[in-house]
């Protein structure tokens, strides 16, 4: 069955704790994308990646960080400097030079 | 220039009716332009998407049209139903065809649709 994971569902950070949102494609995607989502603002690009071992800032990039080790995995860590972590967060991949874009089914994120 | 506006921020049909969500882009780069159906608490899904070559395109009940002169875009949804009831994203990228560049999608604010039986 093809498709993006995302894990887990509902993710609970406390105050100067890091946290890590996993993100799982078997698409054969090469690029995959971070995007956070707040009510009424749209979708907001954290990061990206066009290849393994490469990425690129997006437009809200502080306070977060990524890797990429493997084509299929692209985890998103919301590091303690960012302040206001409280989203709802989306991974999403596609083929290397397409413009579609493939979406998980998200992974909401609330401070205790 | 990079940004995409859309309207309204909701809408309210009642069913059978025809739902239309606008948007408006600066950026003439742009040449591809989707449009996202989300579920409360799903990721987005994509619904149809456009290039400037066309001026409309058509997958059912929903219609893209397109004024590349005045710069929008906009989504038609015939024969709204109920379960249509979802909030709807207009995007944009500019992605040099057969380069190694994977565009990035400009989102617009989202429109909530609410389909009335």
């Known amino acids: 069955d093809g498709g993006i994971t995302q894990s887990p569902k509902y993710l609970f950070r406390k105050e100067g704790q890091n946290v890590t949102l996993s993100c799982e494609q078997n698409?054969?995607?090469?690029?995959m994308y971070w995007y956070r989502q707040d009510p009424g603002q749209g979708l907001r690009l954290i990061y990206y990646?066009?290849?393994?071992?490469?990425?690129q800032k997006g437009d809200i990039a502080e306070g977060y960080s990524v890797s990429r080790e493997k084509k299929e995995s692209f985890p998103l860590t919301v590091t303690s400097a960012q302040k206001n972590p409280t989203a709802f967060y989306l991974c999403?991949?596609?083929?290397?030079?397409?413009?579609?874009?493939?979406f998980g089914p998200g992974t909401r994120l609330l401070v205790l | 220039q990079q940004q995409v506006k859309q309207s309204p921020q909701s809408l309210i049909v009642q069913k059978g009716g025809i739902s239309i969500i606008n948007c408006a882009y600066e950026?003439?780069?742009?040449?591809?332009f989707p449009w996202y159906q989300q579920f409360p608490g799903k990721g987005p899904a994509l619904l149809i998407a456009?290039?400037?070559?066309?001026s409309e395109k058509k997958e059912g009940r929903f219609t893209i049209s397109f004024n590349k002169s005045a710069k929008q875009f906009s989504l038609h949804i015939m024969d709204s139903q109920p379960g249509d009831s979802a909030t709807y994203f207009c995007?944009?990228?500019?992605?040099?065809?057969?380069?190694?560049?994977?565009?990035?999608?400009?989102f617009g604010q989202g429109t909530t649709l609410q389909v009335k039986p």
């Open positions: 999403a991949s596609s083929w290397e030079g397409y413009d579609t874009q493939y």
């Open positions: 698409l054969n995607h090469d690029a």
């Open positions: 990646s066009q290849i393994v071992n490469d990425f």
């Open positions: 950026n003439t780069a742009f040449d591809y």
């Open positions: 456009i290039r400037p070559d066309v």
């Open positions: 995007a944009a990228s500019a992605n040099p065809h057969g380069s190694s560049n994977t565009g990035k999608l400009i």
